[in-house]
């Protein structure tokens, strides 16, 4: 499968509300609600920021949020603070027991 | 609390293995899906495969058949990643991730990563 679409870098201040989409094809996200959202920071692991296309778990602020329309899925976060920049990841189920990842997303808090 | 601590760095020839472990802990090791994930230097997420630590049956993303392969101790808790025939664009790190739930496919908690690098 080829990567899923994102862009390379998204840029927001502190406050503000910043997006990251997620392009894929019918086969993987348009066709499935497995949708995933991973944050990264350097030289660490990712860690799980959205499951099952917009649920969170436990311990992850309510300022994240996920949704999905049509090929396209999305990160919203709310509220920029310092702490959210990184690297972003989405990831989505593709059949068949496969799994593809995004690019990434560099996020800025300016 | 749940733990995944991988092995330590690896430093390998062109043509060697290696094998990198994954040893779980703080929950029933059998009861979650193990996949393993690369990130090659500068370079996003590549999702290599998983393994199905119930019944030990690996599942390949393309482009990871043929040299990589997933297995199970279930005695100790630990998932291994051997790769064979080792090129230079094989220096990467690589992390366990547990699959949360059943046909979920989402990631809630990681290895520490294990840094194999690749140089003659």
């Known amino acids: 499968q080829s990567a899923l679409t994102q862009p390379a870098s998204v840029s927001g201040s502190p406050g503000q509300s910043i997006t990251i989409s997620c392009t894929g094809t019918?086969?993987?996200?348009?066709?499935?609600?497995?949708v995933s959202w991973y944050q990264q920071h350097p030289g660490k692991a990712p860690k799980l920021m959205i499951y099952?296309?917009?649920k969170r778990p436990s311990g992850v602020s309510n300022r994240f949020s996920g949704s999905k329309s049509g090929n396209t899925a999305s990160l919203t976060i709310s509220g920029l603070q310092s702490e959210d920049e990184g690297d972003y990841y989405c990831?989505?189920?593709?059949?068949?027991?496969?799994?593809?990842f995004g690019r990434g997303t560099k996020l800025t808090v300016l | 609390q749940v733990q995944l601590v991988q092995s330590g760095s690896e430093l390998k020839k062109p043509g060697a293995s290696v094998k990198v472990s994954c040893k779980a802990s703080?929950?029933?090791?059998?009861?979650?899906?193990m996949h393993w994930v690369r990130q090659a230097p500068g370079q996003g997420l590549e999702w290599m495969g998983w393994?199905?630590?119930?019944?030990?049956?690996?599942t390949y993303a393309q482009g990871f058949t043929g040299r990589s392969v997933f297995s199970l101790d279930t005695s100790v808790s630990t998932a291994y990643l051997q790769i064979s025939s080792l090129k230079a664009d094989d220096t990467a790190v690589y992390y366990c991730?547990?699959?949360?739930?059943?046909?979920?496919?989402?990631?809630?908690?990681w290895g520490q990563g294990t840094q194999v690098s690749v140089s003659s």
């Open positions: 991730a547990r699959d949360r739930a059943i046909l979920t496919f989402a990631f809630d908690s």
């Open positions: 990831c989505s189920y593709a059949g068949t027991s496969t799994l593809v």
């Open positions: 099952e296309g917009f």
């Open positions: 019918r086969s993987d996200v348009g066709s499935y609600n497995l």
């Open positions: 393994i199905n630590t119930n019944t030990g049956s690996p």
């Open positions: 703080g929950y029933i090791f059998t009861n979650y899906a």
